[in-house]
């Protein structure tokens, strides 16, 4: 009953490093995106995949890339991290636009 | 740009309070409109979706209603419990496919 699973949970990064975010899903959603969550700004969509082997620019892409590696895998990747990038990262899914959709548990990242 | 607004950002009731959480956006043209709970250090907890097309939803204590050509939802909570204190979220979405949040209302039940 795992849903949208995201590695690691928490992450420190000193300015410059790069780093990858792993996200999974077991329930054949077609769907994945990649969020942020900054106090006082909400969630903002990063990328977002609509289907395997596509991808699209969010709300704040800059300073990130994306890969869906196959229909359940969707990475973050962070080339030169900067401390504006500290935040809270969020994947979720789903198997279409009328359907919900489904949260991992985040991962926190601070960028020194 | 759509916008979503949530009202009030933060709110207190004793236990046993049947209470209303309120979201607005500005853009009727939406897919559906998702509620969330969200409790500190955590992720997101689907609560209930509603389809444009529709005009309310019910899971257990919680009603959501929707009204588009106002561009307006509401979260109703009955016979709140402490177990209920989270961020509540209301979300729509566009026509990618994702969606757009509001800020949250911080819910407390004291007991």
């Known amino acids: 009953n795992a849903g949208v699973t995201q590695t690691p949970k928490f992450q420190v990064l000193k300015t410059g490093q790069s780093m990858t975010l792993q996200c999974a899903q077991d329930?054949?959603?077609?769907?994945m995106y990649w969020y942020r969550q900054d106090p006082g700004m909400g969630l903002r969509l990063i990328y977002y995949?609509?289907?395997?082997?596509?991808?699209d620019k969010g709300e704040v892409p800059n300073g990130y890339n994306v890969s869906r590696l196959n229909k359940r895998e969707f990475s973050l990747r962070l080339e030169s991290a900067a401390p504006s990038q500290t935040s809270v990262y969020f994947c979720?899914?789903?198997?279409?636009?009328?359907?919900?959709?489904?949260f991992g548990d985040g991962t926190r990242l601070s960028i020194l | 740009k759509q916008e979503v607004t949530q009202i009030p950002a933060a709110l207190s009731v004793p236990e046993g309070e049947n209470l209303v959480l309120n979201c607005s956006f500005t853009?009727?043209?939406?897919?559906?409109l998702q509620w969330f709970r969200q409790d500190p250090g955590k992720g997101l907890t689907s609560l209930l979706l509603?389809?444009?097309?529709?005009r309310e939803q019910t899971s257990g204590r919680l009603n959501a209603s929707l009204d588009k050509s106002s561009g307006r939802s509401t979260l109703y909570i009955a016979a709140s419990q402490p177990g209920d204190s989270a961020t509540y979220l209301c979300?729509?979405?566009?026509?990618?496919?994702?969606?757009?949040f509001g800020k949250g209302t911080k819910l407390s039940v004291k007991p």
């Open positions: 979720a899914s789903s198997h279409g636009r009328e359907q919900p959709q489904h």
């Open positions: 329930m054949n959603h077609n769907s």
């Open positions: 995949s609509a289907s395997e082997g596509t991808t």
């Open positions: 853009d009727s043209a939406i897919y559906n």
């Open positions: 509603i389809q444009s097309s529709q």
């Open positions: 979300a729509v979405r566009g026509s990618q496919g994702n969606l757009i």
